[in-house]
C-alpha cells in the first residue's frame, strides 16, 4: 500500500533540482562584480570540437571588475578571444603574452533593465518547472487514489503538504531573485 508522503518524497529532488539550476543560472548573471560563472561556461571552438572555457584554462578574478583567464596551451588564446568576442557579454579582451584579461564595462542603467528582465525571465521559469512537478505529483496522487492505494483524505492530506512545499520553493526562487536585484542596484 502506498502512502502520499512517498509521493511528495519522491518529488522533492526534482524540486531541488529546479532551485540549484536557478541558482547556477543566477551566478551567469553578470552583476558589478567579476566572477569566474560568468565565462566558465562559454563555448569555444578548438580542433573542430566545442568546449567550455573552463576546460582550456584557470579562470581567475584578481581585481574586482576584471577576470582573468590563463590557457592550458598558448594555441588557446586566439579561439578564446574570438569565443568572448562572440558571447554578447560586452567585455573586451586583452591578450597579454599567455594570459587574457577580461574588462568588466561598468554597468549602465539600462543594461541593468535587460539583466533585470532576464532575472525574472529566469524566475519565471523555474516557478513553471516547479509548477510542472507539483502538477506530477498530483497526478500520482489522484492515480494512487483511483488504484485505491490511498483514501481520500489522504489525497486531499497530500494535496495540501505539496501545496506548502511548492510555496516554500516559490519562496526560495523569490529570496534568491530579490537577493540579485540587489547586487545588480
Known amino acids: ?71 592550458w596551451d598558448k594555441s588557446y588564446i586566439e579561439p578564446i578571444e574570438k569565443a568572448i568576442a562572440q558571447s554578447g557579454l560586452g567585455m573586451s579582451a586583452t591578450v597579454d603574452k599567455n594570459i587574457i584579461r577580461l574588462g568588466l564595462p561598468l554597468l549602465t542603467e539600462e543594461y541593468r533593465q535587460i539583466l533585470v528582465k532576464n532575472l525574472n525571465e529566469k524566475a519565471e521559469q523555474a516557478r513553471r518547472t516547479i509548477r510542472h512537478w507539483r502538477e506530477v505529483a498530483w497526478e500520482n496522487l489522484q492515480e494512487s487514489f483511483k488504484e485505491k492505494k490511498i483514501t481520500e483524505d489522504e489525497k486531499f492530506r497530500g494535496k495540501d503538504e505539496l501545496q506548502k512545499l511548492v510555496d516554500k520553493q516559490n519562496e526560495k526562487i523569490k529570496e534568491l531573485s530579490e537577493k540579485k536585484k540587489r547586487e545588480l542596484s
Request: glycine share 4%; with cysteine; aromatic share 8%.
Open 1 to 71: 500500500m502506498e502512502n502520499y508522503k512517498e509521493i511528495i518524497e519522491k518529488i522533492k529532488p526534482e524540486f531541488d533540482k529546479v532551485i540549484q539550476f536557478f541558482e547556477g543560472e543566477l551566478q551567469k548573471l553578470r552583476t558589478s562584480r567579476a566572477s569566474p560563472s560568468l565565462v566558465e561556461d562559454i563555448e569555444v571552438n578548438c580542433f573542430g570540437s566545442k568546449f567550455p572555457l573552463k576546460q582550456l584554462g584557470a579562470i581567475s578574478c584578481p581585481q574586482s571588475n576584471q577576470i582573468v583567464i590563463q590557457p
